[in-house]
């Protein structure tokens, strides 16, 4: 348990740092696209400073999902830090389609930006987020891989923001800028849209997509003392913590021993699955469900 708490607080460490780096940075490149008329820089700049709200929001509810359960809230404060990568996604969606109305009238009117600017800040911004991703690398938690992925793509970014502009230094082509701008926010918003598809899946209470359920029935059905399961549920807390339950039948002379059997089979059968919740409820063949009459599923 101590691994887990110690690996909790490194979580949140990571954030913490990303956030001020990043937060920092698009000072400087907000300023900086404006000196240099570039519209990849600010829409790099723009999408920066979606991802530094995105990150203090990520470190601030990703220590409030630390917290222990309560009455209030039963299973914990998990589902918070799900809600951090929500959020993040609609703020990158947003900023992305700002960009788009932005970057997409320059393309019949492109204005020639102080190329050099552009260089300098490119170097800048493949540093600074390159060094926010080494320390978010190898996150566990949905947050932490959102964030880790934008981080991520500013990289990625800057980089096309670089190639463009050492052309641009050489040639006369300002059209350039906006066709990075909008490469860039294309690419941005289809990785965006991808992962907020992914959280909302978590927060619709979907099967986690690597585990399959129906298997798992098979398997408890096949316990020879098992007679059929029903309500049988599989959802996630925050894309890494799950919760199962089920209602497994037993014959009516079923000892106790034989139900102790029937649970250790069911916690074998789950055992792979990292799982925080788990409610295994018996029913003897000839008593009715307590929620509906039971049926095989």
Known sequence: MGHHHHHVDSSTGKIKVAFFLNLGFTIIEIIGGLLTNSMAILSDALHDLGDSLSLGLAWFLQKFSNKDHSTDFSFGYRRFSLLAALINSVVLIVGSVFILTEAIPRLMNPEQPNTIGMIILSVLGILVNGAAVFRLRGGDSMNQKVMTW????????????LIVSIIMTFTDLPILDPIASIGITLFILYNVIVNFVKTMRLFLEGVPKNIDLEDLIEKMNAVEAIKSTHHTHLWSMDGDHHAFSTHVVVGSSATKEEICDVK??????????HLDHVTIEVEYEDKPCSITEPKNE
Do not use: C, N, Q
């Open 264 to 273: 250790d089979s069911i916690k074998d059968i789950i055992s792979s699955i």
């Open 150 to 161: 934008h981080l991520l793509e500013d990289v990625l970014g800057w980089v096309a923001v």
